[in-house]
């Protein structure tokens, strides 16, 4: 019986069914892999935003370093523009003139400091950090001795100070050509930015040139006025009053004074001319010896200038003090540039 319904014609067997694990398996398989595909998905589209973020950034950062650096360039010609031609510039205008460029460079000093800077651009802005310290302090030591250098005393040394920062605005110059330039270059380069290349930077035109002490003393010298050189008109000088740690000294007889640090003496100046006076330099002599000077930049006709010179070392007991206001050029009375004290130090 089995058999022959075993052998029957036309009857088809049934392919086995599917268990209904398989299709749980078959179906968890496809919810991972589109889980697996939004993934990867969402991953490039986070790179890609990632990635055009660090390039706005490191494109911003060239921007900001070109223009900086445009800048610069600009108050170089300013500075070496003057210094090679100052035409009718007086003295007293050439040191305004050379502080505003001083003062500009104070400016690019700060801002490259505060530039935001992307990671990759860490050592670059480092080394850009310092060409600009470098011009920055340079800049500082020129506009402070250019008075003097204009003046009659002391003006070989400044003049010799200012060349010697002529070598470190080069030195500044090279660290920038070298090594700052082509590393930001690079950055950008590496990261598929075009067209943002940052500009050279020469600040020092004519290189060597202003590392020899005579060139800056003969373009010193044509400033109107300069080198010892008196204006027109009526000059002096005369003492006004000079005090130690704040107690008032008078020439009769002596005056105690508190002994604590290091003193400073403050001596009055005043300009009895009739033409501003640049550079003036005023000299404090202990016992006929130790001599220390103070300088005064400007002294504007009728105007009156302190200067403070600390006394080192430190006097004690009973000494002499000779002020003088060193003689300006043309100056033809001078007997009250000169004063002496008695101070007992306790």
Not at 175 to 188: M, N, T, W
Not at 224 to 250: D, I, K, M, Q
Request: glycine share 12%; aromatic share 4%.
């Amino acid at each position: 019986m089995e058999d022959s319904l075993a052998s029957r014609p036309g009857r088809r067997q049934r392919p086995p069914r599917r268990s209904e694990r398989q299709q749980i398996l078959l179906r968890r398989g496809l919810a991972l892999g589109a889980g697996l595909l939004i993934l990867i998905l969402l991953a490039l589209g986070v790179r890609g935003c990632l990635n055009a973020r660090k390039e706005r950034a490191l494109s911003d950062y060239a921007r900001n370093v070109t223009q900086i650096v445009e800048e610069t360039g600009r108050t170089g010609e300013s500075f070496f523009g003057k210094l090679s031609d100052p035409g009718e510039l007086s003295v007293t205008d050439f040191v305004a003139d050379v502080n505003a460029d001083r003062s500009a460079m104070d400016n690019y000093v700060a801002r490259v400091e505060a530039l935001d800077t992307p990671g990759d651009m860490g050592n670059a802005q480092g080394r850009l950090e310092l060409v600009y310290q470098l011009r920055g302090s340079a800049m500082t030591v020129i506009a402070d001795r250019m008075s003097t250098a204009l003046g009659d005393v002391g003006s070989e040394k400044a003049t010799a100070a200012i060349a010697n920062q002529m070598a470190k605005l080069m030195a500044a110059d090279v660290l920038y050509a070298s090594v700052v330039r082509p590393e930001i270059d690079a950055v950008l380069a590496g990261n598929g930015i075009e067209g943002d290349d940052v500009p050279k930077s020469v600040f020092v035109p004519d290189g060597a040139k202003w590392l020899d002490e005579s060139a800056v003393g003969a373009a010193l010298g044509s400033v109107s006025g300069s080198s010892g050189t008196a204006t027109p008109g009526v000059h002096g000088l005369g003492l006004l009053g000079t005090s130690v740690n704040g107690a008032e000294l008078t020439p009769e007889g002596s005056t105690a004074v508190t002994a604590e640090g290091t003193p400073e003496v403050e001596v009055q100046v005043q300009n009895q001319g009739d033409s501003t006076e640049n550079g003036v330099k005023v000299s404090v002599t202990v016992n006929g010896g130790n001599t220390l000077q103070g300088d005064i930049s400007s002294i504007e006709a009728g105007e009156t200038a302190t200067v403070t010179i600390p006394l080192t070392p430190a006097p004690k007991g009973e000494v002499t003090l000779e002020i003088e206001a060193v003689p300006v050029p043309g100056e033809e009375v001078s007997e009250n540039n000169e004063v002496s004290y008695t101070v007992v130090f306790e």
